[in-house]
């Protein structure tokens, strides 16, 4: 930007007088967001209500009025304590002549604006830079924004401009801290691109995937990162769009955009404003947030919300539950599932029938819950709780402890307290209740999980599990019957029980998975249409719910695992791991940690992973997150990858869940007949064998398939085949059928060596089968006699010793045949007698043995033959 203002400074005053109104147009830009970035989250959303103004802001002065609302407005008390000295830079007072940075940006200025117009307010003895920010707007307004000034003034005003606004830029240390471009690779490692200061100290994100970070721009704040909002780049750093205002209302919010301006080539684009859709005045409390207050239930104190209203019973995981809080084993107890899954419901459920047995002296409910999931749709809603220093508060605000009156009481050291505290006659029960939504919840996990002791206990609803050291209680969709009473609850309810009929309610539960809170929503749409509507488009129009069920849950997703998401959304089926990882592998694909990016999803409730009896793992993606998934592909940079992987992996074949039970093989078969039907029509299989030998790495059996299509090829492929086979004994050497089938590639290939090696293989192996060992003693005189293969004569002698060593310690097992070939091995170790011994025995078993005979006629002849 400041080679901008360099060139027009040679164009003309007027043009250099503008490009520095640009430039510091930009300062007061950058400042507000960096100075945004430093306010946390709160219960009243005070960072939330500048930024939904600024991407509706009509100019400059929007700016300067958010920047001041932010230091001194409520805004101020959620400022990072790390912020602290850069926003003091910006509200501290300086003196008029003093040499500070500061004074001189707001001595130049306040001199600049009264060459412009002197109406505009002067500098006082004392002031701050936020003067500046709000004077800096009046003159945009008297010049650029909103008049037209001479020739002279720019001329005689610049000048003071640049000073000023050069102090500022090199001055404040909000601009000259660390800014850094992040962009998380599929491997889950970060590349920085330094924009301002000394990035070194987060050069660990290079060689680390344990971070979750947003692509973006980031500001440190110390040891701290937090993405700024409202201004965007890429990870070369070609340029800055910042918002601009230009806000354009998408269809129910959906497609909401702002308009975002570069400061330094003039160009506009469009940026998504959908996080910014609720207006941010003050939200209602959540329907199930606890009262303000612990009252008697049953025989503990408790603050728990009533029991849900149609709550339908789960006994199986009531019971579950129930005994997990009775217990004295597990101090953390984690329910964890998709969004409306019924976590809280279950909850509630349990907690007042526990109330009911006094086990516990209180019960404490504390709610992170920012949406109610109404059968309406989702509605946001204002959290009691976000943060430690809130859950401690209002800790405090039940107990009504005596010394909370005393000074300097903490209510963070007196919550600790009380978690590790082991009375039996005191015992705690803490719910925490949407965790995943507080505002720091892996730290808000480990505060809790090292200080509570037993007999006090923590319950968790969450839908995110990033942490250890908890009992996980998985809550998934209904089960069938308690999925119909719900259906038929409901629609008693909506009095549409005629519009029902038995099959639609099973393919209801086929499509929804059991999931309680689509259900409750689909059931109202039909009694709008006055009709059950087809089971496809029942996910039809519902990207607010759906949006409302994932977007937190994929937010966090590493790329890798957003990845693999959209892949699997995008197919209607289940889809075995391994094809899975196959595509995954292709050339044009990044390296991925599949396993870890599978983790995370299952982790959070996106996908369910099915085992066989093989312990082959098919991934299943419910239907409900599938259709999120795929509204979230349609916009995606992953799109043209997931299409093609998506394309490869259905190659392996349609499956459902009845299908796990047979496992890998059907699709293994259904990926050959893909191939071969390609290399009939002459077209590329590369990528389906490779495909194939990727699974075959995992699951073994497939070489031998791999093997039987090389086989069917051309003489070229037999090689091929051979090989498929060796790979598949590197893997499992003790595979007869495999030892069998690379018998017979040999065989075919004319390599008398190789099948000769393979048949002594396969003779030595433990319970092979004693016609294997006779039948390479017979390829071995075969060999001899024919002189096809000459080997050294210690060589051969040490065969022969072997072979004879494995037929004779089994030589009850050998048929008069087999006999005579022990004889001959016998022979070609010059030990007559010891073949006149075995082909004697073999007589005895079977005088008119052709073989036998023969042998003994030769011996007779030639005592010495061999």
């Given at each position: 930007?400041?080679?901008?203002?360099?060139?027009?400074?040679?164009?003309?005053?007027?043009?250099?007088?503008?490009?520095?109104?640009?430039l510091?147009?930009?300062?007061?830009?950058?400042?507000?967001?960096?100075?945004?970035?430093?306010?946390?989250?709160?219960?009243?959303?005070?960072?939330?209500?500048?930024?939904?103004?600024?991407?509706r802001?009509?100019?400059?002065?929007?700016?300067?009025?958010?920047?001041?609302?932010?230091?001194?407005?409520?805004?101020?008390?959620?400022?990072?304590?790390e912020?602290?000295?850069?926003?003091?830079?910006?509200?501290?007072?300086?003196?008029?002549?003093?040499?500070?940075?500061?004074?001189?940006?707001?001595?130049?200025?306040?001199?600049?604006?009264?060459?412009i117009?002197?109406?505009?307010?002067q500098?006082?003895?004392?002031?701050?830079?936020?003067?500046?920010?709000?004077?800096?707007?009046?003159?945009?307004?008297?010049?650029?924004?909103?008049?037209?000034?001479?020739?002279?003034?720019?001329?005689?005003?610049?000048?003071?401009?640049?000073?000023?606004?050069?102090?500022?830029?090199?001055?404040?240390?909000?601009?000259?801290?660390?800014?850094?471009?992040?962009?998380?690779?599929?491997?889950?490692?970060?590349?920085?691109?330094?924009?301002?200061?000394?990035?070194?100290?987060?050069?660990?994100?290079?060689?680390?995937?344990?971070?979750a970070?947003?692509?973006?721009?980031?500001?440190?704040?110390?040891?701290?990162?937090?993405?700024?909002?409202?201004?965007?780049?890429?990870?070369?750093?070609?340029?800055?769009?910042?918002?601009?205002?230009?806000?354009?209302?998408?269809?129910?919010?959906?497609?909401?955009?702002?308009?975002?301006?570069?400061?330094?080539?003039?160009?506009?684009?469009?940026?998504?404003?959908?996080?910014?859709?609720?207006?941010?005045?003050?939200?209602?409390?959540?329907?199930?947030?606890?009262?303000?207050?612990?009252?008697?239930?049953?025989?503990?104190?408790?603050?728990?919300?009533?029991?849900?209203?149609?709550?339908?019973?789960?006994?199986?995981?009531?019971?579950?539950?129930?005994?997990?809080?009775?217990?004295?084993?597990?101090?953390?107890?984690?329910?964890?599932?998709?969004?409306?899954?019924?976590?809280?419901?279950?909850?509630?459920?349990?907690?007042?029938?526990?109330?009911?047995?006094?086990?516990?002296?209180?019960i404490?409910?504390?709610?992170?819950?920012?949406?109610?999931?109404?059968?309406?749709?989702?509605?946001?809603?204002?959290?009691?709780?976000?943060?430690k220093?809130?859950?401690?508060?209002?800790?405090?605000?039940?107990?009504?402890?005596?010394?909370?009156?005393?000074?300097?009481?903490?209510?963070?050291?007196?919550?600790?307290?009380?978690?590790?505290?082991?009375?039996?006659?005191?015992?705690?029960?803490?719910?925490?209740?949407?965790?995943?939504?507080?505002?720091?919840?892996?730290?808000?996990y480990?505060?809790?999980?090292?200080?509570?002791?037993?007999?006090?206990?923590?319950?968790?609803?969450?839908?995110?599990?990033?942490?250890?050291?908890?009992?996980?209680?998985?809550?998934?969709?209904?089960?069938?019957?308690?999925?119909?009473?719900?259906?038929?609850?409901?629609?008693?309810?909506?009095?549409?029980?005629?519009?029902?009929?038995?099959?639609?309610?099973?393919?209801?539960?086929d499509?929804?998975?059991?999931?309680?809170?689509?259900?409750?929503?689909?059931?109202?749409?039909?009694?709008?249409?006055?009709?059950?509507?087809?089971?496809?488009?029942?996910?039809?129009?519902?990207?607010?719910?759906?949006?409302?069920?994932?977007?937190?849950?994929?937010?966090?997703?590493?790329?890798?695992?957003?990845?693999?998401?959209?892949?699997?959304?995008?197919?209607?089926?289940?889809?075995?791991?391994?094809?899975?990882?196959?595509?995954?592998?292709?050339?044009?694909?990044?390296?991925?940690?599949?396993?870890?990016?599978?983790?995370?999803?299952?982790?959070?409730?996106m996908?369910?992973v099915?085992?066989?009896?093989?312990?082959?793992?098919?991934?299943?993606?419910?239907?409900?997150?599938?259709?999120?998934?795929?509204?979230?592909?349609?916009?995606?940079?992953?799109?043209?990858?997931?299409?093609?992987?998506?394309?490869?992996?259905?190659?392996?074949?349609?499956?459902?869940?009845?299908?796990?039970?047979?496992?890998?093989?059907?699709?293994?078969?259904?990926?050959?007949?893909?191939?071969?039907?390609?290399?009939?029509?002459?077209?590329?299989?590369?990528?389906?064998?490779?495909?194939?030998?990727?699974?075959?790495?995992?699951?073994?059996?497939?070489?031998?398939?791999?093997?039987?299509?090389?086989?069917?090829?051309?003489?070229?492929?037999?090689d091929?085949?051979?090989?498929?086979?060796?790979?598949?004994?590197?893997?499992?050497?003790?595979?007869?059928?495999?030892?069998?089938?690379?018998?017979?590639?040999?065989?075919?290939?004319?390599?008398?060596l190789?099948?000769?090696?393979?048949?002594?293989?396969?003779?030595?192996?433990?319970?092979?089968?004693?016609?294997?060992?006779?039948?390479?003693?017979?390829?071995?005189?075969?060999?001899?006699?024919?002189q096809?293969?000459?080997?050294?004569?210690?060589?051969?002698?040490?065969?022969?010793?072997?072979?004879?060593?494995?037929?004779?310690?089994?030589?009850?097992?050998?048929?008069?045949?087999?006999?005579?070939?022990?004889?001959?091995?016998?022979?070609?170790s010059?030990?007559?007698?010891?073949?006149?011994?075995?082909?004697?025995?073999?007589?005895?078993?079977?005088?008119?043995?052709?073989?036998?005979?023969?042998l003994?006629?030769?011996?007779?002849?030639?005592?010495?033959?061999?």
């Amino acid at each position: 930007m400041w080679e901008r203002v360099e060139q027009s400074k040679q164009d003309s005053d007027v043009a250099y007088f503008h490009d520095l109104m640009l430039l510091g147009e930009f300062l007061v830009k950058l400042l507000t967001s960096a100075v945004l970035a430093s306010v946390g989250n709160d219960r009243d959303r005070q960072r939330y209500k500048l930024e939904y103004q600024l991407v509706r802001a009509d100019g400059i002065g929007d700016w300067s009025r958010a920047l001041e609302e932010a230091i001194s407005g409520p805004a101020n008390a959620h400022i990072l304590p790390e912020a602290r000295p850069l926003v003091r830079e910006l509200t501290e007072n300086f003196l008029t002549g003093e040499a500070s940075w500061q004074r001189v940006a707001i001595d130049n200025l306040s001199a600049a604006c009264q060459e412009i117009d002197s109406d505009i307010e002067q500098a006082t003895r004392k002031t701050n830079l936020q003067w500046w920010v709000r004077n800096f707007a009046t003159l945009r307004n008297r010049t650029r924004g909103h008049g037209a000034i001479t020739i002279r003034k720019c001329s005689t005003a610049a000048p003071l401009l640049e000073v000023s606004v050069l102090s500022l830029m090199t001055g404040c240390a909000a601009l000259s801290i660390p800014w850094i471009y992040l962009h998380r690779n599929i491997s889950g490692k970060y590349r920085l691109s330094a924009i301002s200061g000394d990035s070194s100290d987060f050069s660990y994100l290079k060689s680390e995937k344990d971070h979750a970070y947003a692509d973006g721009i980031h500001i440190a704040f110390e040891e701290k990162l937090v993405r700024l909002p409202l201004i965007h780049s890429d990870v070369d750093i070609h340029d800055f769009y910042i918002a601009n205002g230009g806000y354009r209302e998408g269809k129910g919010g959906s497609g909401s955009t702002y308009e975002a301006l570069s400061y330094i080539t003039d160009t506009r684009r469009r940026e998504s404003a959908e996080s910014y859709q609720t207006p941010p005045n003050l939200l209602p409390p959540s329907e199930t947030e606890g009262y303000p207050d612990l009252d008697l239930e049953g025989k503990s104190f408790a603050n728990i919300p009533p029991s849900l209203k149609d709550y339908i019973k789960r006994p199986d995981l009531e019971s579950e539950v129930l005994s997990l809080l009775q217990d004295d084993r597990h101090p953390v107890v984690t329910l964890v599932g998709r969004g409306g899954i019924g976590k809280t419901s279950l909850a509630l459920e349990v907690l007042h029938r526990v109330a009911q047995t006094g086990h516990y002296f209180a019960i404490l409910w504390f709610s992170s819950r920012d949406i109610d999931l109404l059968p309406s749709g989702p509605k946001p809603v204002r959290p009691a709780v976000l943060s430690k220093e809130d859950i401690a508060k209002q800790f405090v605000g039940l107990m009504n402890p005596a010394e909370s009156k005393v000074k300097g009481f903490k209510a963070v050291d007196y919550l600790a307290n009380a978690l590790a505290e082991r009375d039996e006659s005191r015992r705690l029960l803490l719910v925490f209740d949407n965790f995943e939504t507080a505002s720091h919840p892996l730290e808000l996990y480990q505060f809790i999980d090292s200080h509570v002791r037993c007999p006090n206990k923590v319950l968790i609803t969450t839908r995110m599990r990033d942490f250890k050291a908890d009992f996980p209680v998985e809550i998934r969709g209904m089960k069938r019957v308690e999925f119909e009473d719900l259906v038929m609850s409901t629609s008693r309810k909506l009095g549409i029980e005629d519009l029902l009929t038995v099959s639609y309610v099973e393919s209801l539960y086929d499509e929804t998975d059991g999931h309680p809170y689509f259900v409750k929503i689909l059931l109202g749409d039909t009694k709008r249409e006055g009709k059950a509507i087809p089971v496809g488009r029942l996910f039809l129009n519902k990207e607010d719910s759906l949006r409302a069920l994932f977007e937190r849950s994929y937010g966090v997703l590493s790329p890798a695992a957003q990845r693999v998401f959209l892949t699997l959304s995008n197919w209607r089926s289940l889809v075995p791991r391994l094809a899975l990882e196959a595509a995954l592998i292709r050339p044009q694909n990044e390296n991925m940690d599949v396993d870890d990016a599978l983790s995370q999803l299952e982790r959070y409730s996106m996908i369910e992973v099915l085992t066989d009896d093989d312990g082959s793992q098919f991934l299943r993606t419910p239907m409900t997150a599938a259709f999120f998934g795929q509204s979230k592909l349609k916009v995606s940079p992953f799109r043209p990858l997931v299409l093609a992987d998506t394309q490869l992996i259905q190659q392996f074949g349609p499956m459902q869940v009845t299908d796990v039970s047979k496992g890998m093989l059907p699709r293994i078969e259904r990926m050959i007949r893909v191939i071969a039907s390609l290399r009939q029509s002459g077209k590329d299989y590369q990528p389906q064998i490779r495909a194939l030998e990727y699974v075959a790495g995992r699951y073994p059996e497939a070489w031998l398939r791999i093997a039987d299509f090389h086989l069917e090829g051309s003489r070229d492929d037999w090689d091929k085949a051979r090989t498929s086979i060796e790979r598949l004994l590197e893997l499992d050497e003790t595979n007869v059928s495999a030892w069998r089938k690379l018998i017979y590639v040999n065989q075919r290939l004319g390599d008398p060596l190789q099948e000769l090696n393979a048949r002594i293989v396969l003779a030595e192996m433990p319970d092979v089968d004693y016609w294997e060992i006779a039948n390479a003693a017979s390829f071995f005189a075969h060999t001899q006699r024919n002189q096809s293969l000459q080997f050294d004569p210690e060589v051969r002698a040490m065969m022969i010793s072997n072979l004879t060593h494995l037929m004779e310690s089994r030589k009850s097992e050998a048929t008069p045949t087999e006999l005579s070939r022990l004889a001959w091995l016998y022979l070609y170790s010059k030990d007559v007698a010891k073949a006149n011994e075995v082909v004697t025995e073999g007589l005895q078993r079977d005088p008119t043995n052709p073989h036998l005979v023969k042998l003994d006629e030769k011996l007779r002849e030639s005592p010495d033959v061999n």
